[in-house]
């Protein structure tokens, strides 16, 4: 599994620690498609789907964290790329998270850098990163019907 990162200034300092932590700590493959500097003036549709294409491109074997100031912007251009199902998350319940891989095969995880502290972002990643795909019918049939209504 490589995992992707991307994201605009918002998420640049939490993103340098997430890199560290997906492969130092939790010995994953990652990959940092940018922002390669904090630019305040950057935006954040110039770095998004470069991660979401490599989840696109190969949805079985990749994810990709994502952050911005709220995340949401980030995961709708995310959730734009056939075979994407980027999920949110800015604080709250680590139920969220825990789901949105249970139930829905999320392969795209969106930061709210502006609301999840470095120490709750480690936590959450851990447990997006490490929660399979529960495989039940009813989820299968679920994730079948999107695919099947946003590929027209």
Known sequence: MKIYFATDHAGFQLKQELVRFVRDELHYEAEDLGAHKEE??????????????QVSKDPEHARAIILGKSGEGEAIVANRFPNVRATVYYG?????????REHNDANVLSLGAG????????????LWLSTPFSQEDRHKRRIRKIENYSHG
């Open 40 to 53: 305040k003036g950057d935006d954040y549709v110039d770095f998004i789907p470069l991660a979401a294409a």
């Open 92 to 100: 709250g319940s680590l139920e969220i998270p825990r789901l949105s």
């Open 115 to 126: 609301f999840v502290p470095a120490e709750e972002a480690r936590k959450v990643v851990k």
